[in-house]
């Protein structure tokens, strides 16, 4: 079977077709013009175009309010419906009664215990590591699904040695704002170097999380480049996808930069993309974000 390269990207849903609020028009996304055509929007949220599928994902899971990040991504890596299962959403970090869930169904565990090799591809500055060390044990469930099912988290060594990447793609930012020397690399490299590293494992997952800041009305000043790059980061990444080594997913947990016109999420539904091996098969099935997870067992490992 293929590979599995999952692209986590925070706070990304589909919205109007307006280019004063919503980025993806503004800025003519060309992951979506020149791959498929169209950006994608409330009136258009299926589209599918030599073998890549775009559509929406159900965020709410039927229940009342704005999905959270800490029940979404729950949700996402665990295959259940976290919001459900605590009456709420809930965030940005995991509810704590979700943690003993997270730790036996998140999907590094699960694939793990098939004896599948797994790869968390981002990494932490030294910041991080010295976080978890002094005993503060408020993660994204995303790293605290690694830390419980003993998955390696990734530091800046890796990233030199090029095995990992920084959660903003080019390494940028790390020089910028920790201090940090990187040979800062370009958004279609690192997107090279990411389909690399997926091909040595058979799930990989990368996480990028600027889309919600930005959403939040966050580093502001530099929306430019951030959205920039991620464009061209994820251009590259479908335009590169091997259809018959690898299946990829480019998946959120709810909305929230797709409407800069409120700083609060949104009830939007979350974008989905699939590409490469059975890309066809993982549009049919996922509804909704808590069937990651089982599509991707059932159809791609």
């Known amino acids: 079977m293929s590979s599995v390269l999952m692209v986590f990207l925070d706070g990304v849903g589909i919205g109007k077709n307006d280019s004063a609020s919503n980025p993806f028009f503004k800025y003519e996304f060309k992951s979506f013009t020149k791959i498929f055509g169209k950006v994608p929007s409330l009136d258009a949220q299926y589209i599918n175009r030599e073998g890549v599928y775009l559509f929406p994902t159900d965020a709410k899971l039927g229940v009342s309010g704005l999905p959270q990040s800490g029940t979404g991504q729950t949700s996402l890596l665990c295959g259940i419906n976290a919001p459900a299962l605590i009456n709420k959403h809930f965030g940005p970090f995991p509810y704590s009664t979700l943690i003993p869930i997270i730790k036996e169904k998140n999907i590094f565990a699960h694939l793990k215990s098939l004896d599948k090799k797994v790869f968390f591809a981002n990494a932490y500055p030294k ?167 089982s599509a991707i067992i059932r159809y791609c490992l």
């Open 127 to 293: 910041i991080f590591f010295d976080y978890i060390t002094s005993g503060k044990t408020r993660l994204s469930t995303t790293s605290l699904s690694c830390r419980l099912s003993g998955v390696r988290l990734n530091n800046v060594t890796d990233v030199r040695k090029a095995y990992a990447l920084t959660a903003e793609i080019t390494g940028e930012r790390w020089n910028k704002k920790l201090g940090y020397k990187l040979p800062v690399i370009k958004p279609a490299a690192a997107a090279r170097r990411l389909l690399k590293i997926a091909s040595q494992n058979d799930f990989t997952l990368y996480e990028y999380f600027l889309t919600d800041h930005l959403g939040h009305g966050r580093i502001a000043d530099e929306f430019d480049n951030i959205v920039t790059t991620l464009d061209e980061f994820l251009f590259t990444l479908i335009s590169n996808i091997e259809q018959k080594e690898m299946t990829m997913i480019i998946c959120s947990d709810h909305g929230n930069f797709e409407d800069i016109s409120v700083k609060t999420h949104t009830l939007n539904p979350a974008l989905t993309i699939t590409a490469g091996y059975n890309a066809d098969k993982l549009a049919g099935f996922i509804k909704n974000i808590s069937q990651f997870k």
